[in-house]
């Protein structure tokens, strides 16, 4: 079993449409990243998150550390938003310099 | 200028050739890592560094070797490549420093084919 799962692996929107990620974790973290790709390869931080709720622009992020659980949510989608969304945990054990990513959600928002 | 960058972009190499992926940072970040991105998993560590005199194995460093020049750089080299270290490199770094909240900057990447 993956220690760091997300759901849906694909997703498909229509322009506008509010949108959830989820990210469940089996391991005790002491942050979590919500990460993007774009379809060039190219990888973007777009959160860090150690416990409640962050927001930047049309992106919030939650987290419950007691459910191990994390949502990335996009209001108001758009085609730009379309990316692969990665969640990745930094475990409170094993080695400091390693992230535990999950597959990623694939986005494809139409106009 | 980007903060964090990977040379060569895209390379085709054949098996057997050695081939070295070149990462160069302006954060002025400590941390420094490689990464491959295969489809269908996540991405998987190869090395990793937290200053210049230290260089620590990931999950998957079998067939690759780094070298941390200087802090701002970190060299990812196949020694004899083969098809199945096929993939896209991601470098990426991160500050270990308290308060900067440890966000990673990742490379556009590269996009390495092996023949």
């Known amino acids: 079993k993956n220690e760091v799962e997300q759901s849906p692996q694909n997703l498909t929107a229509q322009e506008g449409e509010f949108i959830t990620i989820n990210c469940s974790y089996s391991?005790?973290?002491?942050?979590l990243h919500w990460l993007q790709q774009h379809p060039g390869g190219g990888i973007v931080s777009l959160f860090m998150?150690?416990?409640g709720k962050k927001k930047h622009g049309r992106l919030i992020a939650t987290i419950n550390i007691q459910e191990k659980h994390s949502s990335l949510h996009i209001t108001a989608s758009h085609p730009r938003d379309s990316a692969v969304y990665i969640c990745a945990v930094r475990s409170m054990s094993g080695s400091q310099g390693n992230l535990i990513f999950g597959k990623g959600t694939k986005l494809s928002v139409k106009p | 200028d980007a903060d964090v960058t990977q040379t060569p972009r895209n390379r085709i190499t054949k098996t057997g050739k050695r081939i070295m992926l070149e990462c160069s940072q302006t954060k002025g970040h400590d941390r420094m890592y490689w990464y491959r991105q295969d489809p269908g998993l996540g991405l998987r560590l190869i090395y990793y560094?937290?200053?210049?005199?230290?260089?620590n194995k990931g999950e998957i460093s079998d067939g690759y070797s780094v070298s941390r020049q200087a802090q701002a750089k970190f060299s990812l080299s196949l020694e004899s490549a083969i098809p199945n270290q096929t993939a896209l490199y991601f470098c990426?770094?991160?500050?270990?420093?308290?308060?900067?909240?440890?966000?990673?900057?990742f490379g556009e990447g590269s996009w390495l084919t092996v023949v």
């Open positions: 560094s937290f200053d210049v005199k230290d260089i």
């Open positions: 391991v005790g973290i002491s942050a």
């Open positions: 998150l150690s416990s």
């Open positions: 990426a770094t991160s500050d270990a420093r308290q308060g900067t909240g440890n966000t990673i900057y």
